[in-house]
């Protein structure tokens, strides 16, 4: 049950709140060094998740557009998914990738894994690079899938910036990796 986590709070008591479909909701009882009050923390437990970055042979990031119920609009986004255990990233990510869009690459990188919410959410996400992406005859949606992504879009990757600037990216996962991706392909 206890442990010490790595700022020197002794966790007395970690207990699961909720537990529904993969959505994780912990609370753990803990005492910092110097503090008098025992701290309460709740926070959400998820499984890995990936977000690929698809670009084409003509240098263009393919987005999808999809619904996304918390915030009842649909999204300009990555393609994204779930890892499953033991699974490879970069085959995920091919996997996720052709479900969702239709579209494959020739290969796949694996750029590192942020923290979408360190604060709430223990999860890592990752990263891939789908390099000289191009269309195929596999897509595959899952049934939600079907009718939530309304449309597949490619914006050219010097535009990406002016579609933030737009407002026309908002998903934070989005710009997180697109970030990622930028960065690595720049050197």
Known sequence: MGGTKKNGAEVLDSRVVYNNRGLIVKEEQF????????KTYRFCDMKSSIRIVAITEKNEVVLIEEFKYPVDEFVLSLPAGSVEEGEIPQVAGERELKE??????????DLGSYYPMAGTIRQEAKVILARNSYRCDSQNPDE??????????????PNIFD??????????????ALMMAISHLRH
């Open 144 to 157: 939600y899938e079907r009718v939530s992504i309304r449309k597949i879009e490619l914006i050219s990757l």
């Open 31 to 38: 005492k910092v060094p110097g503090v008098t009050d025992t």
């Open 163 to 176: 579609a933030v600037k737009e407002d026309k990216l908002k998903d934070g996962q989005t710009l997180t």
């Open 100 to 109: 969702e869009t239709g579209y494959t690459a020739k290969s796949f990188e």
